[in-house]
């Protein structure tokens, strides 16, 4: 076979090889991603088609005070969980770190089991454990305002309520990517500093922090894109309020999709998400990389 057939040949079952994955591709995510820009552009309900209005429905959006509302509530959702989240996924792996055999395998297994189970189910739990007259965090609410407070119907409280739920929820799966990056630190490492009589804050400072900050890096946009995404949490244990004080830009989607059938307006609010979402990654990942190197 001459070197020309092989090479052919060698592109033939790279092209067989990620071929599903490209056509997979294109129909789920490429082919709705287009009709999603093309339907913002027009006045079509859920369903059919509609009229050319062209830039009409992102007037309408910047003009719609529900939407800044909407901005500010991820913005401050945003605020109570990306760090908040990041810092206790960190102590905790670095407890978890120091435990060996059998403990070291419970308390990873306690961690992540919430991360398992599916979003009705903690919402579910939470909601029976935060109700209002039977629930039996309320005894900690009693202990800090003096009375019971429903959370879920308090403007002040339900979003930094959310936020825990989910935090708890997610940790799990943040505290593993940083148990796999302390664990690719080599123990030598410490051993020198520890000879050159580095403290422990000393250690993590100067050996532990620096090499794990690739990961570091990363669950923070992870958690960033992530939060942006906010619905399930809201949708199910607040549908938004009380008075819009939880109400999150995927809300509106819903909303004016689902509920009010306007298709196009919807499809303007999500690529406006998805531009959010594109910027804050970049400019964060960007800032990231700059602290990275000092």
């Known amino acids: 076979m001459s070197l020309q057939s092989k090479r052919r ?43 050319w209005v062209g830039l009409d429905n992102y007037r309408r959006l910047f003009a719609d005070r529900l939407f800044y509302t909407s901005l500010k509530n991820n913005a401050y959702f945003l605020l109570l969980t990306v760090v908040p989240t990041t ?30 189970l599916p979003v009705s189910v903690v919402t579910q739990i939470w909601g029976w454990m935060l109700d209002y007259q039977y629930g039996v965090l309320q005894h900690i609410f009693t202990w800090l305002v003096g009375k019971p407070v429903a959370v879920f119907k308090s403007p002040a409280w339900v979003m930094p309520v959310i936020a825990a739920v989910t935090v708890w929820w997610t940790n799990g799966f943040n505290v593993l990517l940083f148990l796999a990056g302390l664990r690719n630190i080599p123990a030598d490492l410490y051993e020198a500093a520890t000879l050159d009589g580095a403290t422990a804050w000393q250690r993590f400072r100067r050996v532990t922090w620096p090499l794990l900050w690739p990961i570091t890096a990363m669950v923070l946009t992870l958690q960033l894109i992530l939060q942006l995404k906010i619905f399930d949490q809201i949708y199910l244990l607040s549908k938004g309020g009380p008075f819009n004080s939880s109400y999150v830009l995927l809300m509106q989607v819903y909303r004016e999709a689902f509920q009010l059938n306007h298709g196009g307006y919807a499809s303007a609010i999500a690529l406006v998400l998805f531009l959010v979402i594109i910027v804050v990654s970049v400019v964060q990942f960007q800032l990231l990389r700059v602290v990275g190197r000092r």
Do not use: E, H
């Open 9 to 51: 040949k060698s592109y033939l079952t790279a092209l067989a090889l990620i071929a599903p994955f490209c056509l997979t591709y294109l129909v789920f995510f490429a082919y709705p991603a287009w009709k999603v820009v093309q339907l913002s552009f027009t006045d079509a309900p859920l369903v059919g088609d509609g009229n």
């Open 87 to 116: 810092a206790i996924a960190l102590g905790f792996a670095l407890l978890i770190n120091r435990l060996s055999g059998r403990m070291q395998a419970l308390a990873m297994v306690f961690f992540f089991i919430p991360y398992i």
